[in-house]
């Protein structure tokens, strides 16, 4: 999507939406079997694009170990609008 298209989408009377989906596997390189040693990050956003700003509407990121079960929150680096 280029930026200096947006306005033509707000005069069509439209409004762009889309979720960022994102999963990072942290483990050792060498294949073996992780066992509890095994951690991973997932995360999700999703934005709207209505005219210029573009806003987040709302993101989750948490890094998980076995089980699975939660280790923590990771903060979810991005502005929460660009003007």
Known sequence: M???LASRLRADGMTLFWTVL???ELHFPDHQHPG????WVTASASYVLDGDPITRV???A???RPGPVTE???EWVSRAADP
């Open 58 to 60: 709302h993101s989750l």
């Open 62 to 64: 948490k890094r998980c």
């Open 2 to 4: 280029r930026r200096d």
């Open 22 to 24: 994102v999963g990072c």
């Open 72 to 74: 923590h929150d990771v």
């Open 36 to 39: 509890e040693e095994y951690r």
